[in-house]
């Protein structure tokens, strides 16, 4: 069974591809297009398919578009309703619907031999379902679904039982909890869709003095869903909207104590929703996705406080994860439809599923920017010996990450211990100053350093940085004493832990900067190039490109 998923008609697009059952590929089309976020989150741009993604898939697997059993589009035009009607405003949202219906002609056209009959579509909000409670590390699970809006709904509670979803609840349009935070986003000067991120790292420096005023414009229902108020934002603090890049200094007043209000807001109704789906469930797992579950402080409370054993998110768990969900969901239920026994997916272990290169072929790459490049013998020490030394490192190993999260395969790592690394990375990046960086630690070790949700693969909780260890690692503490960590299991990263180990023995720290390789705001790099490219415009000391490393200083006395 041969299933490609597309995610395309809100933001983030992308493609996934399922092959008997295992998942093969899958890529964001920013990666590519090196556009970030792919594109512009309007109805405009609903036509648009991920069609560099789509033709990566088809390749990485061999494969070509008349092989495919079906195409799952996650998005299904028949559930929508008159934006009027959803008590939206927004007089473009038929473009939405009007192009989702053409979708599969839009399909044919951009997938030379495809039949437009081969085109299912998949609910928004049970593609993103699918994507965790189908990939979890066990069948069956309380699955929650939250993000800005689906179809006519922005919130999903259900219960996967041996791969099947019931749907509990589902909380209707205008009532939206990733509105709610897209609103404050704009109204803080960030682009909606794309920097929610950035205001759950600024509520961090206020305070939630208005708790109470959001307690009565955001509270849950008792059919498991929820209500949020039109919020006079104006009121709580001047909008920043429109504003060239607001200056830092000034969000941290009366912006950070409204964005920490409505963070903690978000962050107890989220617990009651969770509380209720385990109570129907009486599951011990539970399950999430949609945008709103990248909101890594508020699933380190639901793993503290739920009640569930475990909490498990799936790491692409905005749109672009749609197209994996649909795409497992739409394989299962073809092998239904046939009679078959459907398959079990396998767990997912790994967001390594981008493209990745051989290493004859990143020495291919290096030759041909004729860079005097060395392949070690010890790759590990070569490269700790340059962090032990406070020098800046791009990491490129493996398959690209599906999903917003460096996690080792494309990232730029830095000594933890020099507190003058935040504004050094932040820098490279582009980024503001206030925007932690995060750390990657060696599973063994992380109880020691950590107090949170371990083990941590994909970094979507926090975790508090154990006093006596704040001190060591002052560039991965965040002001308020956490760090969003990563843990490196060895049997899964043995290239990145025999990295950890080798700083370790150096340094004492098991312990690294890892932020997501890219700089100024580009998407991360993907291909041997994009790092070459970032290598050559970036205060970068070292670039590994597999099992080989280029030094920045060789390259200078190469020149002369
Ligand atoms: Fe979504």
């Given at each position: 069974m041969?299933?490609?998923?597309?995610?395309?008609v809100f933001?983030?697009?992308?493609?996934?591809l399922?092959?008997d059952?295992?998942?093969?590929?899958a890529?964001?089309?920013?990666?590519?297009?090196?556009?970030k976020?792919g594109?512009?989150?309007?109805?405009?741009?609903?036509w648009?398919?991920?069609?560099?993604?789509?033709?990566?898939?088809?390749?990485?697997?061999?494969?070509?578009?008349?092989?495919l059993?079906?195409?799952?589009y996650s998005?299904?035009?028949?559930?929508?309703?008159?934006a009027g009607?959803?008590?939206?405003?927004d007089?473009?949202d038929?473009?939405?619907?009007?192009?989702?219906?053409?979708?599969?002609w839009?399909?044919?056209?951009?997938?030379?031999g495809?039949?437009?009959?081969?085109?299912?579509?998949?609910?928004?909000?049970?593609a993103?379902?699918?994507?965790?409670?189908?990939?979890?590390?066990?069948?069956?699970?309380?699955?929650?679904?939250?993000?800005?809006?689906?179809?006519r709904?922005?919130?999903?509670?259900?219960h996967?039982?041996?791969?099947?979803?019931?749907?509990?609840?589902?909380q209707?349009?205008?009532h939206?909890?990733?509105l709610?935070?897209?609103?404050?986003?704009?109204?803080?000067?960030?682009?909606?869709?794309?920097?929610?991120?950035?205001v759950?790292?600024l509520s961090?420096?206020?305070?939630?003095?208005?708790?109470?005023?959001?307690r009565?414009?955001?509270r849950t229902?008792p059919?498991?869903?929820f209500?949020t108020?039109k919020?006079?934002?104006?009121?709580?603090?001047?909008?920043?909207?429109g504003?060239?890049a607001a200056?830092?200094r000034?969000?941290?007043?009366v912006?950070a104590?409204?964005a920490?209000?409505?963070?903690?807001?978000?962050?107890?109704?989220?617990?009651?929703?969770?509380?209720?789906?385990r109570?129907?469930?009486?599951?011990?797992?539970?399950?999430?996705?949609?945008?709103?579950?990248?909101?890594?402080?508020?699933?380190?409370?639901?793993?503290?406080d739920?009640?569930?054993?475990?909490?498990?998110v799936?790491?692409?768990?905005?749109?672009?994860?749609?197209?994996?969900?649909?795409?497992?969901h739409?394989?299962?239920?073809?092998?239904?439809?046939?009679?078959?026994r459907?398959?079990?997916?396998?767990?997912?272990?790994t967001?390594?599923?981008?493209?990745?290169?051989?290493?004859?072929?990143?020495?291919?790459?290096?030759?041909?920017?004729?860079?005097?490049?060395?392949?070690?013998?010890?790759?590990a020490?070569?490269?700790?010996?340059v962090?032990?030394?406070?020098?800046v490192v791009a990491w490129?190993a493996?398959?690209?990450?599906?999903?917003?999260?460096a996690?080792?395969?494309?990232?730029?790592?830095?000594h933890?211990?020099h507190?003058?690394?935040?504004?050094?990375?932040?820098?490279?990046?582009?980024?503001?100053?206030?925007r932690?960086v995060?750390p990657v630690?060696?599973?063994?070790?992380?109880a020691?350093?950590?107090?949170?949700?371990?083990?941590?693969?994909?970094m979507?909780?926090?975790?508090d940085?154990r006093?006596?260890?704040?001190?060591?690692?002052?560039?991965v503490?965040?002001?308020?004493?956490?760090?969003?960590?990563?843990?490196?299991?060895?049997?899964a990263?043995?290239?990145?832990?025999?990295?950890?180990?080798?700083?370790?023995?150096?340094?004492?720290l098991?312990?690294l900067?890892?932020?997501?390789?890219?700089?100024?705001?580009r998407?991360?790099?993907?291909?041997?190039?994009d790092?070459l490219e970032?290598?050559?415009?970036?205060?970068?000391d070292?670039?590994?490109?597999?099992p080989h490393?280029?030094?920045?200083?060789?390259?200078?006395?190469?020149?002369?």
């Amino acid at each position: 069974m041969r299933v490609l998923g597309v995610n395309a008609v809100f933001h983030d697009p992308s493609a996934a591809l399922i092959v008997d059952g295992r998942v093969v590929a899958a890529a964001e089309e920013e990666r590519f297009s090196r556009r970030k976020h792919g594109k512009r989150p309007v109805p405009f741009s609903a036509w648009e398919l991920p069609e560099l993604a789509i033709r990566w898939c088809l390749a990485e697997a061999g494969l070509r578009a008349q092989d495919l059993d079906a195409v799952a589009y996650s998005f299904d035009p028949a559930l929508c309703s008159a934006a009027g009607e959803l008590g939206l405003h927004d007089p473009w949202d038929h473009l939405r619907q009007d192009y989702a219906r053409r979708a599969p002609w839009f399909l044919a056209a951009a997938m030379p031999g495809l039949d437009p009959d081969a085109v299912r579509f998949v609910p928004h909000h049970v593609a993103h379902a699918a994507s965790a409670g189908l990939l979890a590390p066990a069948p069956s699970s309380a699955c929650l679904v939250l993000d800005g809006r689906g179809e006519r709904a922005s919130h999903l509670s259900g219960h996967y039982v041996d791969g099947q979803l019931e749907v509990l609840a589902a909380q209707a349009l205008p009532h939206s909890l990733g509105l709610l935070y897209e609103d404050l986003t704009e109204h803080l000067g960030f682009l909606r869709s794309s920097d929610e991120y950035k205001v759950m790292a600024l509520s961090s420096y206020g305070r939630p003095i208005h708790l109470d005023d959001f307690r009565g414009l955001v509270r849950t229902t008792p059919d498991g869903g929820f209500v949020t108020e039109k919020v006079d934002w104006e009121a709580y603090a001047p909008t920043l909207r429109g504003r060239p890049a607001a200056d830092e200094r000034e969000l941290m007043g009366v912006h950070a104590d409204l964005a920490a209000s409505v963070q903690r807001r978000l962050e107890e109704v989220l617990l009651e929703l969770a509380r209720d789906v385990r109570e129907r469930t009486g599951e011990r797992l539970l399950t999430m996705a949609g945008g709103t579950a990248l909101n890594c402080v508020a699933n380190t409370v639901l793993a503290r406080d739920a009640g569930f054993e475990q909490v498990w998110v799936q790491p692409a768990a905005g749109d672009a994860g749609t197209a994996l969900g649909a795409a497992v969901h739409v394989a299962l239920e073809l092998e239904r439809e046939g009679g078959q026994r459907a398959f079990v997916p396998e767990p997912m272990t790994t967001a390594g599923l981008g493209p990745g290169w051989s290493d004859a072929a990143l020495a291919a790459a290096l030759e041909a920017a004729a860079l005097p490049y060395r392949t070690p013998a010890d790759l590990a020490g070569t490269v700790a010996d340059v962090l032990a030394a406070d020098g800046v490192v791009a990491w490129f190993a493996g398959r690209s990450e599906f999903g917003p999260r460096a996690l080792g395969h494309r990232s730029l790592l830095a000594h933890p211990g020099h507190a003058h690394n935040v504004e050094r990375l932040n820098a490279v990046k582009g980024r503001e100053q206030f925007r932690p960086v995060a750390p990657v630690v060696l599973l063994e070790r992380a109880a020691e350093i950590l107090d949170g949700p371990l083990p941590s693969p994909f970094m979507l909780f926090v975790h508090d940085v154990r006093p006596a260890w704040r001190e060591r690692i002052p560039a991965v503490v965040h002001v308020d004493g956490t760090a969003r960590a990563q843990t490196v299991d060895p049997d899964a990263e043995p290239a990145l832990a025999a990295l950890l180990r080798a700083f370790e023995s150096r340094t004492g720290l098991p312990v690294l900067i890892n932020t997501s390789l890219n700089t100024a705001g580009r998407p991360m790099v993907d291909s041997p190039r994009d790092a070459l490219e970032l290598f050559g415009s970036a205060p970068v000391d070292l670039l590994v490109l597999g099992p080989h490393v280029v030094h920045r200083g060789r390259v200078a006395e190469a020149a002369r």
